[in-house]
């Protein structure tokens, strides 16, 4: 069976969903453990001029929810970027699973040269489906991933790789 | 054109590893502006217990000529995993870039469904081809970069997301 835009989009994105779930569920379980106000976690920063975990987690669902709807050729799901809890921050995963689940195959398999633009503010970025996957989405995706795995082992949760990879 | 294996993993490793050197040099810089022992950056962690920059880009390396390896069913090359400045880690890069380059997409694709095994000391990891790619090599391997990026980050280093990514 040969290797699809589906295939290397939709299922690890659900994956690493699942984990990052699960590492939150974690720090949310230490801050309760350890008496600290959640929120500290939730506007923790590696650097002043970082963003802060619920902006980490933020972004990293815009960019699979980004990526679903326009490999797709449907609208981007639009969300309020307004989490300030774990419990709003779960909310939101679980609403981006749920829309990459409700994404087929069907819709997102031959998109490899479907022309892809993403605006930010002026600028606007234009790649083909395929270059769009790799070179934006699976980085940007991962980098704020890492990063709200890295806020919370800074500020000392008990968490290790195996919980960002589930597997190593 | 539809996706294949080597299109989902040498390009995109090759433009991160490119990515990570020039990051690198950014730091090497700094510290030289700065009077700051390069090796301070080279040997820095986020936490005590977690591996330094110097191990962050060894374990990166090791993810993608792993996967070029394994995918193409040749011998993964084995370094000795002793570099201990900038230079040595640039060295490191160089040359796995250059064995990435020299692994051919004929010798790559179709290898979707191939049985892979990673060994970690007693540990074994069994993979398809596929799995190996997304589940293990592409979370690991970014996880590690953006590890180094923090570590540097965190220190002081004047970079931003868009030496991670290329793009944004």
Known sequence: MSLTMYQAS???FLRMLGNLSAILDKAA???????IDPSIFVNGRLTPDMFPLSRQVQIATDMVKGCAARLAGIEVPSYADNEATFAELQARIAKTQAFLESVSAAQIDGSEERPITVKFGSRELNFLGQAYLFDF????FHFHLTTTYS???HQGVEIGKIDYTGNY
């Open 10 to 12: 939709i299922p690890s």
């Open 151 to 153: 806020i919370l082992r």
């Open 29 to 35: 379980a230490h801050a309760e453990a350890k008496k």
């Open 137 to 140: 989405v699976i980085p940007n």
